[in-house]
């Protein structure tokens, strides 16, 4: 089976500044064409042993298959959870004109 050319990569922060840094600096680098924040949303999560509640923001970036390893890259870099959630879901379909603007705004810049 073929990868798809598209995803849709979501993560979680604990702070909107945090959310809005992720997603203007992926998009900067154009490792994703948008980022869209929600927020807040609350989290119920086991970690460490314990079950743990807490407010986050979610960042769902829309990116290639081709710029995934990079963008990945970038949030573990970025991103001061010890184990962020970093999930990429492939975008099936889509309206032709947006998918070219996606591929597009993802392309590496030329030098």
């Known amino acids: 089976m073929n990868e798809p050319a598209r995803l849709a990569v979501l993560t979680t922060t604990d702070s909107e500044e945090k959310a809005r840094t ?26 460490q042993g314990e079950v743990e509640t807490a407010e986050e923001w979610q960042v769902l970036f ?32 889509g309206s032709e004109p947006y998918l070219a603007w996606l591929s ?4 590496p810049a030329a030098p």
């Open 104 to 107: 597009a705004e993802t392309a």
């Open 62 to 93: 829309k990116t290639t298959t081709e710029r995934y390893d990079e963008l990945e890259a970038h949030l573990l870099a970025a991103h001061d959870y010890a184990t962020p959630e970093i999930i990429a879901m492939p975008v099936v379909r």
């Open 22 to 47: 992720l997603a203007r600096d992926a998009v900067a680098a154009r490792l994703a064409a948008c980022a869209q924040i929600s927020a807040p949303v609350t989290s119920v999560y086991r970690w």
